[in-house]
């Protein structure tokens, strides 16, 4: 039984990751160049918009400016809304970042997994091992 669980334990693991993955790749965009607006309270007034500048990282300028929407990624894009005469400054998820903590979760767990297998192996061939040298001491 014991067996039926490391054999599918690296299926199990990729399946994890592939979830994990796709929760940081989720996106706003409904449509080619049209993007729901993240304002706070009603989106209903500011009506479809359309991304001008995709995601880029803050300035200094900016973070003290636009605190609200630079401060909680250190990203922002530009946004052109029908209702609004002026651009709409909006906050971004980083993708990067979530990129490499993926990666580098993903290289802990291999690195884990590959350390208690190489361990499990060796304890595997120490019983073989016993075994053998019990079977030639039984037959002399």
Known sequence: MATIWYKYTAGILFLIGLLIN????????????????EAEGDKS???????????????KLEL??????????????ILKCENRKEDMLESCPNGVKAFWIFQLFMIIIGVVFGIMTMFRRR???????????????NSA
């Open 22 to 37: 796709a929760g940081y790749c989720v996106e706003s965009n409904n449509e080619e160049g049209h993007v729901e607006p």
């Open 123 to 137: 304890h595997l061939d120490r019983l073989v091992k016993e075994r053998i040298m019990e079977q030639i001491q």
């Open 45 to 59: 007034d500011v009506g479809p918009c359309r991304e001008v500048y995709p995601c880029e990282p803050c300035d």
């Open 64 to 77: 003290q400016i636009h605190s609200s929407q630079c401060s909680l990624t250190g990203y922002r894009r």
